[in-house]
């Protein structure tokens, strides 16, 4: 199909690059993993405590024997994709062994690690209220690591693009070199996520929240992540500590770039960060809208939710402040439109993200032109001035074709289960998107099948769909290899 040159050119992955840079990160996990340890030792529960002693000591084994494999410093891109894909999956697999201690069924311990550890926020569970602090400390430290995860490890798909990596903060050197370019970049991002982590607390206490709430929202918010330690997630709470929950998330869906970057004349210069903000005041508006059309008792308070949920669909949170399924149709597509978009490329956020978004728009854009263009005329399509490849064309347009047939797929799934389709469609764009809002599709006792179906969703939809394609191609397995050494 692709001639003798593509086979040519293909090399499969090495076991022994891909076990020596995975134990390096399960090292950290498993150091990670010792704060709900003893959070779940200080709060009574050793029995938890234990298990997840016994996950950090197999993460430990692993890491250790991986770590001590002599391999190359450089990576190939398909196993750059292959450990991110891994990393999310054990994870989220080995996550789910402690939760289970709380009397929570194996396969719902999986989809709830998973939706923690992908920062997706939809939960099979039938309620949160009266658990354990620590099970809830737990979730919500889970969405942080894996907020942290995605800032750092997606940089593996990302930084292949000339037009990401410029507004990432790579220089040619550590765009060219995954390893040591992860390794820079995991430095400046720990120091933002934690800033912002730290600034997020103080805001939500000031707020009104008292210290518990105000640590797990701001956890669940600075990774677009959504868990809430209640059922009405932000309903119950003030306007104000709604308000500030809000602005944290909003941090978390703006590229990391920003911060670090330290330059307010390249951030005001920056379209994604103003296409971000244009379609959250559109989303905003048409929101409104539907809810004051659908109820007209509710238009005094209907710009300020349409905003609470704008925000929250627009940057992947998934934190809500109305009941999803009481929403008009009108509303719920536009939440969808939102969710599809999501944040900005070095985010913590998810769905398609801004920067292929305005790649697309222009794709659309220069093929009009072209119809009253002349025949030898060329056209370059540009964002902030840098010039769009044809590669990162073709990847955006892929990207979204390959969005599209898993959303399709998925959402068939549902209906041929008799569900609702718009709320599936919602359901399951938002499990893709890694959102977390739930139209009531998302439930207890949802068939075991579509909770599969929607954990695959969840893990695709973090490790950016192609990273999943890439980890299930049979050729990134079986074929020539390059020397390891």
């Known amino acids: 199909m692709f001639g003798g040159s593509f086979r ?33 030792m200080l ?33 190939q891109p398909n196993e750059a ?58 979730r919500a430290w889970l969405q942080w690591v894996g907020g942290l995860g995605v800032v750092v490890l997606a940089l593996a798909f990302t930084i292949q693009s000339s037009v990401a990596s410029k507004h990432l903060g ?3 050197r550590e765009a060219a070199d995954f390893v040591g370019g992860t390794r820079g970049h995991a430095r400046r991002i720990l120091r933002v996520y934690v800033t912002l982590t730290l600034l997020g607390f103080a805001l939500c206490f000031a707020s009104g929240m008292d210290w ?45 770039a920003l911060y670090y970057r330290g330059s307010l004349a390249w951030a005001l210069r920056d379209s994604r960060l103003w296409t971000l903000f244009a379609l959250i005041a559109a989303s905003t508006a048409f ?69 292929r978004f305005l790649i697309l728009g222009q794709m659309v854009v220069a093929r009009v032109l072209r119809t009253s263009m002349p025949r030898a005329s060329h056209l370059s399509l540009r964002v902030d001035g840098t010039r769009v490849g044809n590669s990162e064309i073709e990847a955006a347009a892929a990207l979204a074709l390959v969005y599209a047939a898993t959303i399709f797929v998925s ?31 998302v439930r207890p006792d949802l068939e075991p099948l579509l909770k599969g179906v929607l954990c695959l969703d969840m893990l695709m939809g973090r490790v950016e769909l192609f990273a999943f394609l890439v980890f299930i191609f049979p050729g990134t397995w079986i074929g020539r290899r390059r020397s390891s050494l």
């Open 8 to 40: 040519i050119l293909h090399f499969a992955v090495r076991p022994r690059v891909l076990f020596r840079y995975l134990g390096q990160i399960l090292l950290i996990l498993a150091g990670l993993t010792a704060v709900p340890a003893v959070a779940s």
């Open 43 to 75: 709060s009574g529960r050793s029995d938890i405590a234990l298990r997840y002693a016994a996950v950090m000591l197999v993460m430990g084994v692993f890491g250790g024997l991986g770590t001590r494999l002599r391999c190359t410093d450089r990576m």
């Open 81 to 138: 994709l292959v450990i991110s894909t891994l990393v999310f999956l054990l994870s989220g697999l080995a996550m789910s062994f402690p939760l289970m201690g709380y009397g929570i069924a194996p396969l719902d311990a999986v989809f709830e690690a998973l939706s923690g550890v992908t920062t997706t926020g939809l939960s099979t569970l039938a309620t949160v209220e009266g658990r354990p602090r620590a099970f809830l400390f737990a």
């Open 170 to 172: 790579f220089g040619e």
């Open 212 to 256: 518990f709430n105000a640590l797990t929202h701001v956890l669940a918010a600075v990774s677009t992540g959504g868990f809430s330690t209640v059922d009405a997630s932000l309903a119950p709470l003030t306007p104000a500590a709604r308000t500030a929950v809000t602005v944290v998330c909003l941090t978390g869906a703006v590229s990391f």
């Open 287 to 355: 929101l409104a809208l539907t809810i004051a059309w659908a109820d007209p008792h509710a238009s005094p308070q209907a710009l300020r939710q349409a905003a609470w949920m704008a925000v929250s669909a627009q940057t992947t949170a998934g934190f809500s402040t109305l009941p999803v399924g009481e929403l008009p149709a009108a509303g719920k597509l536009v939440l969808i439109a939102s969710m599809l978009v999501g944040g900005e490329v070095g985010s913590t956020a998810g769905g398609l993200k801004v920067l």
């Open 411 to 441: 959402w068939l799934a549902f209906v041929v289960h008799g569900y609702a389709p718009l709320d599936a469609l919602f359901d399951v764009v938002s499990a893709l998107g890694t959102v977390g809002l739930s139209a009531g599709t």
